[in-house]
């Protein structure tokens, strides 16, 4: 199941060269993570307050093409890969037809002690 997001880029969103500054597609990917979490009835608000977050382990990103100023960006979100307590996650940035960035995320679930422990039911059976 692909999860899709809206986004349009702003001012505040571009460097110099009046293109979408690097680090924000990261912010853009993880908007869009939480915002799938949200839609498989997961409450992180709720998961924190019971001692489970979840943390990203690792990123491996590609830069494709750059987006500019009010672009109508969408970014799709699929579960690539789960275990017990992580998730690979591959997402894409597109304009159009255009792909613009896409990467594997890795996302795991950990407790306050920094310890790895099960990603909560609720996402597990949605994602079965």
Known sequence: ??????????YEDTDMAGIVYYANYLRYIERARSDWVRGMGVDQKQ????????????V???YLAPARLDDE??????????TAARMVM???V???SDLLFQAMVTVVAITDAGQPTRLPATLRRGLH
Do not use: C, N, S
């Not at 998961?47 to 690792?58: I, L, Q, S, T």
């Not at 960006?73 to 789960?82: F, K, S, Y």
């Open 94 to 96: 597109w304009r159009g």
């Open 60 to 62: 491996e990103a590609d």
């Open 1 to 10: 199941m692909t999860h899709r997001l809206p986004i349009r880029v702003y």
């Open 73 to 82: 960006l969408i970014v799709e979100t699929e579960v690539a890969q789960t």
């Open 47 to 58: 998961m924190k307050d019971e001692g489970v977050v979840f943390a990203v382990r690792r």
């Open 90 to 92: 591959d997402q894409k």
